[in-house]
Structures are given as C-alpha cells and as structure tokens.
C-alpha cells in the first residue's frame, strides 16, 4: 500500500518560515516527481511546486517562487518544502502527492493527508 504522510506544518508569523516534509511508503520513490499542494479555506486546491523523478529539476507556483524551495533525499523516501518570507494568504492545509516517472507533476497518482500551516499575526 502506497502511503504519503505530509509533516511539519503549524503556526508562524508573517515573515517567519517553515520546512515541511512528506515521506513515502509502499513505492520505488526514485521513480515519482513529488508535489505540493495547497488548498486554502473556501477555496480550490492549488498546485505549489513539483521535483521530478529524473533529474531533481524544480518548479514553483508564481505565488511562491523566490520564497519556497523543494528538495528530496531519496535514501530516506522523503521530499521537503521549505517556507520562507511566509505571508498571510500562505494559509492552507499542504498535500503532497506522487506521480510515477513524472517530470512537472502533471496528473498525480497517489495523495497523502495534508498538514495545516497557519500564517497570522
């Protein structure tokens, strides 16, 4: 079984900064790009960013590049999403998910449970 669990998230002030992670379970991890997502309150989920499978390349959403970098370490199954420079309208529940020999997270095949950041003052 196919398991993503996303961790880290919590309460921050604005400006302050956050590292998510999401680790995998029941896959070749190698083989999948991993995303990011958001889905704020009252709104539709969002993507945020992608590291492919192949090469590591990463992509960010408009509304966070400069300000969130993704990574991954392969031997522990595990990417991260670091959050800098956090604002407000950064308030989401965060999802992470897998595509299989994906390079631009395109169409994901598994989701794992979302973790809460919360961004006030």
């Known amino acids: 079984e196919v398991q993503l669990q996303a961790s880290g998230g919590g309460f921050v002030q604005p400006g302050g900064s956050l590292r998510l992670s999401c680790t995998a379970s029941?896959?070749?991890?190698?083989?999948?790009?991993i995303g990011w997502y958001r889905q704020a309150p009252g709104k539709e989920r969002a993507w945020v960013s992608c590291?492919?499978?192949?090469?590591?390349?990463?992509y960010y959403s408009v509304l966070v590049k400069g300000r969130f970098a993704t990574s991954r370490v392969n031997a522990n199954n595990t990417v991260y999403l670091q959050m800098n420079m956090l604002k407000p309208e950064d308030t989401a529940v965060y999802y992470c998910?897998?595509?299989?020999?994906?390079?631009?997270?395109?169409?994901?095949?598994?989701w794992g449970e979302g973790t809460l950041v919360t961004v006030s003052s």
């Open positions: 590291i492919s499978s192949t090469d590591s390349s990463t």
């Open positions: 998910a897998a595509e299989k020999y994906g390079t631009m997270c395109a169409g994901m095949d598994y």
């Open positions: 029941g896959l070749t991890f190698e083989d999948y790009a």
